[in-house]
């Protein structure tokens, strides 16, 4: 009778079909939880966005920098929020041109790119608007209707 019974447990040592369905059910719940709380999509949404805070305050740091050495703004920046052109750009039409602010290298090497753009850019921009107000004449800079994420505009105004 000894003898039965070691056969009898050698033959119960695997894992039954529940136990493995079980298993495999909790490592996929795990999973899921996991990849809701790290949600790459907006991880990366918020780096862009990150991004864009600092180019906006990068490109109007360069233009005030610009503004006291030389007593004005350029004169391409206008009342309408217009997008800026790259650097390098073949034409500027119908963007504003900071190629004055770039040229030396002084206050900035090269204008920022949006980090989506040629998506929503002008060919020729670099997804970044600037505007000076007309009263006041302070000058704004934002990504508003080009490459908003997640429903934020990103905007620097001095």
Same mark, same amino acid.
């Given at each position: 009778?000894?003898?039965?019974?070691?056969?009898?447990?050698? #033959? !119960? @040592?695997?894992?039954?079909?529940?136990?493995? $369905?079980?298993? *495999?059910?909790?490592?996929? %719940?795990?999973? &899921?939880? +996991?990849?809701?709380?790290?949600?790459?999509?907006?991880?990366?949404?918020?780096?862009?966005? #990150? !991004? @864009?805070?600092?180019?906006?305050?990068?490109? $109007?740091?360069? *233009?005030?920098?610009?503004? %006291?050495?030389? &007593?004005? +703004?350029?004169?391409?920046?206008?009342?309408?929020?217009?997008?800026?052109?790259?650097?390098? #750009?073949?034409?500027?039409?119908?963007?504003?041109?900071?190629?004055?602010?770039?040229?030396?290298?002084?206050?900035?090497?090269?204008?920022?790119?949006?980090?989506?753009?040629?998506?929503?850019?002008?060919?020729?921009?670099?997804?970044?608007?600037?505007?000076?107000?007309?009263?006041?004449?302070?000058?704004?800079?934002?990504?508003?209707?080009?490459?908003?994420?997640?429903?934020?505009?990103?905007?620097?105004?001095?």
């Amino acid at each position: 009778m000894l003898h039965l019974r070691t056969i009898k447990y050698k #033959a !119960q @040592r695997g894992f039954t079909l529940l136990e493995v $369905l079980l298993v *495999v059910a909790i490592i996929a %719940i795990l999973a &899921g939880i +996991v990849i809701i709380a790290i949600n790459p999509g907006k991880n990366l949404q918020d780096t862009r966005n #990150a !991004q @864009r805070q600092e180019d906006v305050t990068t490109i $109007l740091d360069a *233009v005030y920098q610009y503004s %006291i050495d030389f &007593g004005s +703004v350029p004169a391409t920046i206008t009342a309408a929020p217009t997008e800026i052109c790259k650097t390098g #750009a073949g034409s500027c039409t119908s963007l504003v041109d900071l190629s004055a602010v770039t040229s030396s290298g002084k206050y900035i090497a090269a204008m920022p790119i949006d980090p989506q753009c040629p998506t929503n850019c002008n060919a020729n921009g670099d997804g970044y608007k600037i505007s000076k107000d007309a009263t006041t004449g302070r000058i704004t800079v934002t990504n508003s209707g080009i490459n908003v994420e997640g429903g934020k505009t990103i905007s620097v105004t001095r």
